[in-house]
């Protein structure tokens, strides 16, 4: 079982054989000025480090302590609420009317110890989702930037879900580092820590891509589906059929909560380059997505 923060830190403290007093001097001989009191509250578990400052000293300390790059980090979970966009962001949406498994889902959450709830606003997302020559799922790689609400985000939650209770065989991300991974494999749910290289300041971007894919023969597919819990500014998703497997039909797809039906938006036309896609700006929260139908 995972170590709290506190605990983590204190016997890190202790293993290393090193005062308060001298991991003090430490940090300072690196131009990192965190407060012996601060020190002390961290290891005691009456507080934690949140603000980037404070974050920036727990690399630091990962160094100092000989600890693995990202233990403190990823020990610590989200930044607590704290802002204008604490509790309610507006038409955000819960995951329990979006995802048919959000039970398990939440308890996937709740391992992690990180939600990203409000934390990032949502600036863009582009899905490409493959189909292969068994018309089964490939794979889908997600680029998505955010933005910084407050200072000291350090991380996503990225999720993948599949109906057919098939777990992706292989992840990937680019432009972070891969934390936590936590699975439900009768739900088919995988949940995976994206760690950012630094911790946020207010109103800062960050992009991060990251795929789940299939080993043959991946699960049968008919659609693909992203659940938006909070408004996105603009969403692009390109599908790409296998050559020589085209649907007979595809259609763009919304639903606003699980307890309304989806619905048929538009019909989509297939590219020459056996493709489709959908694109959207100042998307709102629910269910987009595109369906298609074999012959």
């Known amino acids: ?94 995951f329990r009317d979006l995802c048919p498994v959000s039970g398990s889902l939440q308890r996937l959450l709740s391992e992690i110890k990180n939600t990203t709830d409000g934390q990032l606003a949502l600036l863009s997302y582009h899905d490409h989702f493959t189909v292969g020559l068994e018309r089964d799922e490939r794979a889908v790689r997600t680029r998505a930037v955010f933005q910084a609400r407050s200072d000291g985000v350090d991380r996503h939650v990225a999720i993948h879900y599949n109906e057919r209770s098939r777990l992706p065989d292989d992840v990937s991300t680019a432009f972070c580092r891969t934390g936590r991974v936590r699975t439900d494999e009768a739900a088919g749910l995988t949940a995976v820590e994206l760690l950012f290289d630094r911790p946020l300041a207010e109103g800062e971007t960050y992009v991060v891509e990251y795929e789940f894919g299939y080993r043959r023969p991946g699960p049968e597919s008919t659609f693909y589906n992203r659940w938006f819990r909070f408004p996105v500014h603009s969403y692009l998703l390109t599908l790409q059929f296998a050559p020589g497997r085209s649907p007979v039909r595809c259609f763009r797809v919304f639903q606003p909560t699980t307890a309304t039906p989806s619905v048929d938006v538009g019909e989509i036309r297939l590219s020459g380059w056996n493709s489709a896609h959908i694109a959207g700006t100042d998307i709102s929260p629910g269910v987009h997505g595109i369906r298609w139908e074999w012959a």
């Open 1 to 94: 079982m995972e170590q709290p923060f506190d605990h983590l830190l204190r016997e890190a403290i202790t293993a290393r054989g090193l005062s308060l007093e001298r991991l003090h001097a430490r940090l300072s001989q690196r131009g990192i000025q965190v407060s012996l009191a601060s020190l002390s509250n961290w290891q005691r578990g009456k507080c934690r480090p949140e603000r980037s400052h404070s974050l920036r000293a727990l690399h630091a300390l990962e160094e100092i302590l000989a600890l693995p790059g990202d233990t403190l980090v990823a020990s610590l979970g989200p930044p607590r609420p704290r802002g204008r966009w604490v509790g309610h962001i507006p038409g955000a949406v819960p």
